[in-house]
């Protein structure tokens, strides 16, 4: 499995960016997916998740009305949308894709910028 997140990078606050996630090795259309970031000297956190229909979308309380996860599962591809982006915002975003209840895979991780 490989989960190759991409489009991260240095952002004035208010801004907008959009992650995505390119997933290999899987049945991508089955597989619900996630978002999660840590910030600097802090733990990862979860961000947003999708379920392998798109039909369901879950949100941290911190990004709701900001940011947006969505799924294309012809291109194998999960995106989190992020506008309004704030300083707090700032760490290494990880795509997650949950095969199972024990099962689940991580990307490398893209990093997220937001400056005041």
């Known amino acids: 499995v490989q989960l190759q997140a991409s489009g991260g990078g240095l952002v004035q606050a208010g801004g907008s960016l959009r992650l995505s996630c390119a997933a290999s090795?899987?049945?991508?259309?089955?597989?619900?997916m996630g978002w999660f970031r840590q910030a600097p000297g802090k733990e990862r956190e979860f961000v947003a998740a999708?379920?392998?229909?798109?039909?369901?979308?879950y949100y941290a309380d911190s990004v709701k009305g900001r940011f947006t996860i969505s799924r294309d599962n012809a291109k194998n591809t999960v995106y989190l949308q992020m506008n309004s982006l704030k300083p707090e915002d700032t760490g290494v975003y990880y795509c997650?894709?949950?095969?199972?209840?024990?099962?689940?895979?991580w990307g490398q991780g893209t990093k997220v910028t937001v400056s005041s």
């Open positions: 999708i379920s392998w229909s798109g039909g369901s979308t």
């Open positions: 090795g899987l049945p991508f259309s089955s597989v619900d």
């Open positions: 997650n894709a949950q095969l199972s209840m024990s099962e689940s895979y």
